[in-house]
């Protein structure tokens, strides 16, 4: 009787428990056992190199769904000795049909049956194969990923829509109004011209008809063999992947028979610096409302790679930077108070855009910046990014640093909330390094950075050489002698020019 009619509520509160405390265990019940996940067991990445030399890594995550998938250290940088391109096929090519699915279709409702999903994605360095589905199918996913990876069949009609897919890319990639891709392509060009990660990511049009089966199959045999895989699973038990690796990947011959892992390609990335034009963007303003013409510049330095110590400061300095488009409606943890809007965007209006990137490799790194502007500006605009990365030398401000590094962080744990992240964050680490580092401990990594880390790795990346992009119409362009010698002077100014007739 709990607060009934009557006003003799002693059950509760009267003499049988005269000093009750709702924060005390009552007397009489047993002791509560609350479900608890040790926080070290919770976070931990478990690896286990399987006797081929193929490593197994995985995260468990509640749920009932999982990512799996297996990343190869094979990308467009590997193209040194065959025309480029063949990383761009194989990620238009991935998920055909196999020894095992007569086609496309079949491996989609195979992975439909269990909610899956598959995708493909190539970069520089490394081709990712992954799949998204239910824990209970884990059996099939792992066989299917060994069927799509080692066993695709790439018949001649495959390949001939692939050819067709590749130079729709190519035109679609001139003709968005977005030349972010365009550019980061035409910066890596160069900055490490003709080698490693400066070779093309996209196929070049020359190069669509030369690629065939024999030439993939060639490719494959050096760079796919299991030593340099990782296969990465978010969401599932360590054991149970192990099991279903050994039964799918151990003594598996590929299609294209025994690895030669001694062609493999193990040439260091050589940064040069230089510059690469393209003038044409005459294309881009049809329709009844015009894109407006702008010209883009893209400006970079060498970085580091990221397995040394000073990626973290480049990674805050790439946050303390920031920067975005002018259109970009503010707002917390928008980054409008970083350095590209404060100095850049918002003095001066007549910018389009101005942002930071860091891209970093095994072997080197590129921290750039991007900006647009109307081409009658260039030369201005070019001024003011050299003179935002000569003021980067400078001392940092307390605040920024903090905001810049709290920025980092969340933005880290963010990302890694999300399950394929994570996957990925696990397969690259892993195939990398053979470790992974664990959010935490790069949290602590980001916290020690101090303003004196952020000026000594800008002093150090000053020395080298620029790499510039530039796209549009280029008449006001300063020349790469000019830009060199404003990176090099105290201010970042231009040499000034003295013209007879304007």
């Known amino acids: 009787r709990i607060l009934g009619p009557d006003k003799h509520n002693s059950d ?21 056992v609350f479900a608890s996940v040790d926080g070290h067991e919770q976070c931990e990445t478990k690896i286990t190199t399987l006797e081929n030399g193929l490593k197994v890594a995985s995260q468990n995550k509640f749920g009932q769904f999982c990512t799996v998938g297996i990343l190869v250290n094979s990308g467009s940088r590997h193209e040194t000795k065959y025309p480029s391109g063949i990383a761009h096929f194989l990620e238009k090519l991935a998920f055909s049909s196999t020894a095992q699915y007569g086609s496309k279709d079949e491996i989609l409702l195979t992975l439909e049956k269990h909610g899956g999903i598959c995708d493909c994605q190539t970069s520089r360095d490394t081709t990712m194969y992954a799949v998204s589905a239910e824990v209970k199918g884990l059996d099939t996913v792992v066989s299917l990923l060994s069927d799509a990876v080692l066993q695709p069949r790439l018949l001649d009609e495959e390949i001939e829509m692939t050819r067709m897919a590749v130079r729709f890319e190519l035109e679609d990639l001139n003709m968005r109004p977005d030349p972010e891709p365009l550019l980061t392509e035409m910066i890596h060009a160069a900055a490490y011209r003709g080698n490693t990660v400066g070779l093309p990511r996209f196929c070049p049009v020359d190069n669509v008809e030369k690629i065939d089966k024999k030439l993939l199959h060639t490719y494959l045999r050096s760079y796919y063999c299991p030593e340099r895989m990782v296969l990465a699973g978010v969401g599932i038990e360590h054991e149970q992947l192990v099991s279903c690796a050994r039964k799918y990947l151990l003594d598996v011959k590929p299609v294209w028979g025994a690895s030669t892992p001694t062609n493999v390609d193990l040439s260091v990335a050589q940064y040069t610096g230089g510059i690469v034009r393209v003038r044409d963007m005459s294309d881009v303003s049809l329709g009844p409302t015009p894109i407006p013409e702008l010209t883009h510049i893209m ?6 790679s990221f397995l040394e110590e000073d990626f973290i400061p480049f990674a805050v300095l790439n946050m303390m930077m920031g920067g975005g488009g002018s259109f970009s409606a503010g707002g917390p943890g928008k980054g409008m108070f970083t350095r590209l809007y404060l100095n850049v965007l918002n003095r001066h209006h007549w ?10 490799y095994e072997d080197s ?30 001392t940092a401000g307390e605040m920024e640093l903090a905001r810049a590094k709290t920025q980092l962080k969340s933005m880290l744990m963010m990302n890694l909330e999300s399950r394929p992240v994570i996957f990925e964050d696990v397969g690259r680490q892993v ?36 790499a510039v992009a530039a796209l549009g119409d280029l008449t006001e362009m300063p020349s790469y002698e000019h830009i060199q010698a404003a990176l090099s002077s105290k201010d970042g100014r231009l040499p000034r020019m003295y013209r007879l007739f304007r």
């Open 12 to 32: 509760i509160s009267g003499s049988r428990y005269p000093n009750i405390s709702l924060s005390a265990p009552l007397p009489g019940i047993p002791k509560p």
């Open 365 to 394: 790194g590129l921290l750039c910046i991007h900006a647009s502007a109307d081409p009658r500006q260039v030369r201005e605009m070019v001024e003011i990014i050299t003179r935002e990365f000569i003021q980067m030398a400078g």
């Open 431 to 466: 195939l990398a390094t053979g470790k992974r580092k664990l959010p935490h401990e790069l949290c602590d990594l980001i916290s020690n950075i101090t303003a004196s880390d952020i000026k000594r790795v800008t002093t150090k990346m000053l020395r080298s050489k620029p």
């Open 299 to 304: 400006i970079g330095l060498e970085s580091c």
């Open 351 to 360: 910018m389009y855009n101005a942002t930071s990137y860091h891209h970093s």
